[in-house]
């Protein structure tokens, strides 16, 4: 609740006062010297008049203002320089990292070549190895399918191993050439054929 008849000169006396105890004179300040009583923009408005008008004051604010641009200078200053050596040191850190990556990956694309020259070495083994057993394979086969020709085949009539059987197994094959096979035996013929009884 604003207090009727607050002055600039009570605003002034309590100013006064905070900054003698060494205190910054805000509006909040001022009002809760004056027993928080008055208005906040009515005590701003006057601080501000008060500001305006004292020669010291505006003196004081110039140097304050001068002191902290040189120190905000100075630590400016001093974050760019530890902001530079750090930023130095993270990319020398960085540089020697990629430096052991490098040989590293060097040592593996060594090591690739080595074991794809030792597998292509035993892939060549393997396949001069299988060829020379399918070719073995192959010729023995070749070998046995001629023996077995030859053993079962006399030469100039064909292949005889399965008449042969067949007369000794009582198979009836009434065809002239099994007829002549049988030594011209009459129980060969079938009754009901052609041919003519033996004498």
């Given at each position: 609740?604003a207090?009727?008849g607050?002055?600039k000169q009570?605003?002034?006396a309590?100013?006064?006062?905070?900054l003698?105890a060494?205190?910054?004179?805000?509006?909040d300040?001022?009002?809760?010297?004056?027993?928080?009583?008055?208005?906040?923009?009515?005590?701003?408005?006057?601080?501000k008049?008060l500001?305006?008008?004292?020669?010291?004051?505006?003196?004081?604010?110039?140097?304050?203002?001068?002191?902290?641009?040189?120190l905000?200078?100075?630590?400016?200053?001093?974050?760019?320089?530890?902001?530079e050596?750090?930023?130095g040191?993270?990319?020398?850190?960085?540089d020697?990292?990629?430096?052991?990556?490098?040989?590293?990956?060097a040592?593996?694309?060594?090591?690739?070549a080595?074991l794809?020259?030792?597998?292509?070495?035993?892939?060549?083994?393997?396949?001069?190895g299988?060829?020379?057993?399918?070719?073995?394979?192959?010729?023995?086969?070749?070998?046995?399918e001629?023996?077995?020709?030859?053993s079962?085949?006399?030469?100039?009539?064909?292949?005889?191993?399965?008449?042969?059987?067949?007369?000794?197994?009582?198979?009836?094959?009434?065809?002239?050439?099994?007829?002549?096979?049988?030594?011209?035996?009459?129980?060969?013929?079938?009754?009901?054929?052609?041919w003519?009884e033996?004498?």
């Open positions: 609740m207090r009727n607050l002055t009570q605003v002034r309590v100013r006064d006062q905070l003698a060494g205190r910054y004179p805000s509006a300040a001022v009002r809760h010297a004056l027993g928080d009583t008055g208005s906040k923009s009515t005590i701003h408005r006057y601080l008049e500001a305006g008008e004292d020669p010291a004051d505006v003196a004081r604010r110039d140097e304050t203002e001068h002191a902290l641009l040189a905000v200078g100075q630590l400016a200053e001093r974050l760019h320089a530890d902001a050596g750090s930023v040191a993270l990319l020398a850190e960085r020697r990292a990629l430096r052991r990556k490098d040989e590293e990956l040592e593996l694309r060594r090591t690739v080595v794809a020259a030792r597998v292509a070495a035993l892939e060549g083994q393997g396949a001069a299988v060829a020379a057993g399918g070719q073995r394979a192959l010729h023995e086969r070749v070998i046995q001629r023996t077995t020709q030859r079962s085949r006399i030469e100039g009539f064909g292949d005889f191993g399965t008449l042969l059987s067949n007369s000794r197994c009582g198979h009836r094959d009434s065809s002239p050439f099994s007829i002549l096979l049988a030594g011209g035996r009459s129980d060969v013929l079938d009754p009901g054929s052609d003519p033996p004498l």
